[in-house]
Antibody
Framework: QVQLQESGPGLVKPSETLSLTCAVS?????????WGWVRQPPGKGLEWIAT???????DYNPSLKSRVKISVETSRNQFSLKVNSVTAADTAVYYC????????????WGQGTLVTVSS | QSALTQPPSASGSPGQSVTISCTGT?????????VSWYQQHPGKAPKLMIY???KRPSGVPDRFSGSKSGNTASLTVSGLQTEDEADYYC???????????FGGGTKLTVL
């Protein structure tokens, strides 16, 4: 059974960098597919952030591209997200998920982790 | 403002059918056969219900079906059950520079 688990600080100060890691179990990230991040501000809708292939090829939401970096660590079967220069608008539940094709189609999701941006 | 437009709410009685729309443009919904639908219960992660406009992942009841006409995609839930009460989000591929755009979500209430 494919499982994903997000980890990282729950509180980040404005202007600093948000860093999250997603550990994948039950499936090797080099086997197939892509791996991505989606976020959801409290009480609001979903927003695709970025997706990466185990080769390192990555795609980003154009509205976030200048502040976001996604990376993969195949030896640890995990991938990570960094968002720099955060503001209160980046406060959200961040989900990692498996992306089954080119179109950001996510079939397995982590439980999500709330990241609050506040001083 | 979300890239795709969904009605904020929809409702139906148990056993009835309800259809939720998702309107985009020729650059996303209308341009590709890559529309997905997700179900999200409060406090839970989204669950993939439909992908590639009409396909159901293993384990999703056939009461859930998807379709598309022009720039508008639709999710139909037939034989409504109380457990279908949730938020539903559509998403679409929008080109090589934008893999995924989401709708604002529709809260489905089973009366």
């Amino acid at each position: 059974q494919v499982q994903l688990q997000e980890s990282g600080p729950g509180l980040v100060k404005p202007s600093e960098t948000l860093s999250l890691t997603c550990a994948v179990s039950g499936y090797s990230i080099i086997s197939n597919y892509y791996w991505g991040w989606v976020r959801q501000p409290p009480g609001k809708g979903l927003e695709w952030i970025a997706t990466i292939h185990h080769s390192g090829s990555a795609d980003y939401n154009p509205s976030l591209k200048s502040r976001v970096k996604i990376s993969v660590e195949t030896s640890r079967n995990q991938f990570s997200l960094k968002v720099n220069s955060v503001t209160a608008a980046d406060t959200a539940v961040y989900y990692c998920a498996r992306d089954i094709q080119v179109s950001a189609t996510f079939d397995y999701w982590g439980q999500g982790t709330l990241v609050t941006v506040s001083s | 403002q979300s890239a795709l437009t969904q009605p904020p709410s929809a409702s139906g009685s148990p056993g009835q059918s309800v259809t939720i729309s998702c309107t985009g443009t020729s650059s996303d919904v209308g341009g590709y056969e890559y529309v997905s639908w997700y179900q999200q219960h409060p406090g839970k992660a989204p669950k993939l219900m439909i992908y590639d406009v009409t396909k159901r992942p293993s384990g999703v009841p056939d009461r859930f079906s998807g379709s598309k006409s022009g720039n508008t995609a639709s999710l139909t839930v037939s034989g409504l059950q109380t457990e279908d009460e949730a938020d539903y989000y559509c998403s679409s591929y929008a080109g090589t520079n934008n893999r995924g755009v989401f709708g604002g979500g529709t809260k489905l209430t089973v009366l």
